[in-house]
């Protein structure tokens, strides 16, 4: 099957699903959103678009998600999805890497830069979610908060889901561990591109410039779309995402 992705083994027994296109460096790495996957339009405009150009480029499905293995119940939290981002750096490419990372990838996309910063070029967020388990707990409200905290889980309705999301106790208080904007600056140094649309119901646009405000790095910049929506996957917005790539490129020397 030509379109069917490699598996990257785990310790535990556990794979994580990708698909790699060597090429020179800087290679891009692309981190999906909560509950998304890297089938999705943003990871294959990027893939293309590196392919066209000769730059490596890889995407993959974190634990419980898409192609991975692991149930999200079991696996889903924020510091193992940075496990899963690391060892896809670590094992399958080679030299600096731009990191792009969408909504929730936003939060993983900062904390692979903290966690091997001699390897990240730069980065580009697209309305990016860091801490986002803060608000999300706020909008369970108290019955939902009271279900979550006895049964361990509880499922709410998504626009993107007709089934619901599942929300864990694990998530929100690994989450609350993993928070970066709490803490004073956010020791990240490389160039950085934010990308966030105006529109966008799930991540307030002012978060972006919030994360902006938390970077230690002073080559940082934001592309506010008025009319964008969360998802930013319009051809305008594919755009603008290919354009950022094709800038930070050049920015860190590629």
């Given at each position: 099957?030509?379109?069917?992705p490699?598996?990257?083994?785990?310790?535990?027994?556990?794979?994580?699903?990708?698909?790699?296109?060597?090429?020179?460096?800087?290679?891009?790495?692309?981190?999906?959103?909560?509950?998304?996957?890297?089938?999705?339009?943003?990871?294959?405009?990027?893939?293309?678009?590196?392919?066209?150009?000769?730059?490596?480029?890889?995407?993959?499905?974190?634990?419980?998600?898409?192609?991975?293995?692991?149930?999200?119940?079991?696996?889903?939290?924020?510091?193992?999805?940075?496990?899963?981002?690391?060892?896809?750096?670590?094992?399958?490419?080679?030299?600096?890497?731009?990191?792009?990372?969408?909504?929730?990838?936003?939060?993983?996309?900062?904390?692979?830069?903290?966690?091997?910063?001699?390897?990240?070029a730069?980065?580009?967020?697209?309305?990016?979610?860091?801490?986002?388990?803060?608000?999300?707990?706020?909008?369970?409200g108290?019955?939902?908060q009271?279900?979550?905290?006895?049964?361990?889980?509880?499922?709410?309705?998504?626009?993107?889901?007709?089934?619901?999301?599942?929300?864990?106790r694990?998530?929100?208080?690994?989450?609350?561990?993993?928070?970066?904007?709490?803490?004073?600056?956010?020791?990240?140094?490389?160039?950085?591109?934010?990308?966030h649309?105006?529109?966008?119901?799930?991540?307030?646009?002012?978060?972006?410039?919030?994360?902006?405000?938390?970077?230690?790095?002073?080559?940082?910049?934001?592309?506010?779309?008025k009319?964008?929506?969360?998802?930013?996957?319009?051809?305008?917005?594919?755009?603008?995402?290919?354009?950022?790539?094709?800038?930070?490129?050049?920015?860190?020397?590629?």
């Amino acid at each position: 099957m030509p379109n069917a992705p490699k598996e990257l083994s785990r310790p535990d027994g556990e794979s994580i699903a990708y698909h790699h296109t060597t090429g020179k460096a800087p290679g891009i790495i692309f981190c999906g959103g909560f509950m998304s996957d890297m089938g999705g339009t943003k990871a294959l405009a990027l893939e293309e678009h590196c392919q066209a150009n000769g730059l490596g480029f890889v995407r993959f499905d974190y634990l419980g998600h898409g192609e991975s293995s692991g149930s999200f119940a079991d696996k889903g939290c924020i510091s193992r999805w940075t496990e899963d981002a690391v060892a896809i750096l670590d094992e399958l490419t080679m030299g600096p890497q731009i990191v792009v990372g969408s909504s929730m990838g936003g939060w993983v996309m900062l904390r692979l830069a903290l966690a091997r910063p001699a390897r990240i070029a730069g980065l580009i967020g697209i309305a990016p979610a860091p801490d986002f388990t803060t608000w999300m707990w706020e909008e369970l409200g108290t019955a939902n908060q009271q279900t979550l905290m006895a049964d361990g889980l509880v499922r709410v309705p998504s626009e993107y889901d007709p089934e619901g999301y599942v929300i864990t106790r694990k998530l929100i208080e690994d989450g609350r561990a993993c928070h970066l904007l709490d803490d004073g600056p956010v020791g990240i140094d490389v160039p950085v591109r934010l990308l966030h649309g105006m529109a966008d119901p799930d991540v307030p646009w002012r978060h972006s410039l919030r994360i902006a405000e938390a970077l230690r790095s002073t080559d940082v910049r934001i592309h506010y779309v008025k009319a964008g929506d969360h998802r930013l996957s319009e051809p305008g917005d594919l755009d603008l995402l290919r354009a950022t790539v094709d800038e930070l490129v050049q920015t860190v020397g590629g």
